[in-house]
């Protein structure tokens, strides 16, 4: 009424141009807004070192400030994830040389891309290669013909070869990508819906082994049901890869006689987004 809030106005204003000031500075440490993707054993010991200097209210309170330097050292020399998976399996992502991050789609979620690319410090986002089918029909063996057959335009061999000498990148077929992680994995992205395996009950007991290869039973005289040639798929590329991930909903729980490990869609909606480290 008189102008006598004009100095504690003032006084507001210079609060507020220190806060922007401290966020700048703290801005020039961390260009990209992040710390990366914290080790388990770090993020606990954070927690442990704020529980105690929050509610011990004795002299022991500062002994938590030496877990602090703790922290950060373990984070400091702990590996970055080797793959990251969103938590509806659609999107998966390889940690590759060069500061490249291979991603399975070509048009993949910006925001969490964004994310994934600054905790793996990554400096380029690889979208997926998608060989040709004349590249499949070069393979020239009974089995990738049978695939071809049940799954057009979808080799495993091929895609496989694809990802071998694209290592920064996933090589993609329909509803399939295959990558090559850092330590010489093979790793399978499968979306059965993109198949048309939508109803796959009683299906896994139409799987049988055949030598090193796993085929599903097909009825004589009639065609191949969708649930049936993703089941072929779904074996077949269990038996050559090392880690298969799902990205909707399938009845099986492994990858039968294979080796392979299995993520499905169902693990990773209970338990959230995946980083792997192999």
Known sequence: AFGLEEWPLRIMGQGV??????????ADFSPQDTVGALAPAAFVLMILSLLVLTFCQSPIRLAALALIPAALLI?????????????????????????????????????????????VAAQIVAKPEMPTASVAAQQGTDEAAAMETAMPSVSIPALISAAGQAPNRFACGPGICIGLAGNGALVAWLDPAAHGALDMSGAETAIKPTGNRIYADKPAGSGESPDRAFARLFFETCAQVDLVITASAMPYRGCGRSKAELIRASDLARRGAAEIRF
């Open 17 to 26: 141009d220190a806060m922007l000031w401290i966020a700048r500075w703290c």
């Open 75 to 119: 984070n400091h020399n702990a590996p970055s994830p080797d793959m990251l998976v969103s938590e509806d399996g659609r999107l998966v992502a390889i940690a590759g040389e060069g500061g490249a991050l291979a991603v399975n789609r070509d048009r993949p979620n910006a925001f969490t891309t964004e994310v994934w690319r600054n905790a």
